[in-house]
Structure formats: structure tokens, C-alpha cells
Nanobody
Framework: QVQLVESGGGLVQAGGSLTLSCAAS????????MGWYRQAPGKQREMVAT???????NYASSVKGRFTISKDNGKNTVYLQMNSLKPEDTAVYYC???????WGQGTQVTVSS
């Protein structure tokens, strides 16, 4: 079974930056489009960013211009660079292969004001 392991979360002040990593137990190229999602307390899980095998990216309007998704096929790892963080970015962040119903355990991001 495919495993996805997120890391890199933490506590940061507003305006700061974090980089999240998602390590897959198999080839992310074979998994196809990869995405980052987040879930804040009391809210539904939402898509943050996706990237396909051609490198095409898509972002939620709330993070466009601040977050960058990327991947390293050789390391089977997907990244989410988050800049200019805001308190409303506080959530548990998950990565997912869109072709599978598999979620990692998530990594907590907390942005203080």
C-alpha cells in the first residue's frame, strides 16, 4: 500500500515561511497528479495546490502568489513552500495522490499573529 509521510510543519509568526515535504513510498511520477490539502479546526478539508507530471500547477485563490508546490521525482517527494504566512493558514496540511484514496497523517502548521 502506498504511504505518504508529511513533515516540516511547526509554529511560525505571521509573515514567516515554512517548507512542507511529502515523501511517498513509491514513484510519484507513477502516482500522477499530487496535491496538498489542509483542514482547519471546524472546517472542511480544502485543496491548497496541485501539480501534475508535466509540472502544471494549480492553487487555491487564498494562497496564490504566496505558496509554491514543487516535486522531485528522483526523491519521490512533493514540497510546499509557504511564504507570507497568515493566521488563517493555520491547519493540518496533508498531501495526496489524486489517483488514490490515501492520505498521510498530516503535519500541523500554526501561524501566530
Amino acid at each position: 500500500q502506498v504511504q505518504l509521510v508529511e513533515s516540516g510543519g511547526g509554529l511560525v509568526q505571521a509573515g514567516g515561511s515554512l517548507t512542507l515535504s511529502c515523501a511517498a513510498s513509491t514513484s510519484i511520477y507513477r502516482l500522477g497528479t499530487m496535491g496538498w490539502y489542509r483542514q482547519a479546526p471546524g472546517k472542511q478539508r480544502e485543496m491548497v495546490a496541485t501539480i501534475n507530471n508535466g509540472g502544471f500547477t494549480n492553487y487555491a485563490s487564498s494562497v496564490k502568489g504566496r505558496f509554491t508546490i514543487s516535486k522531485d521525482n528522483g526523491k519521490n517527494t512533493v514540497y510546499l513552500q509557504m511564504n507570507s504566512l497568515k493566521p488563517e493558514d493555520t491547519a493540518v496540511y496533508y498531501c495526496k495522490a489524486l489517483s488514490l484514496s490515501v492520505w498521510g497523517q498530516g503535519t500541523q502548521v500554526t501561524v501566530s499573529s
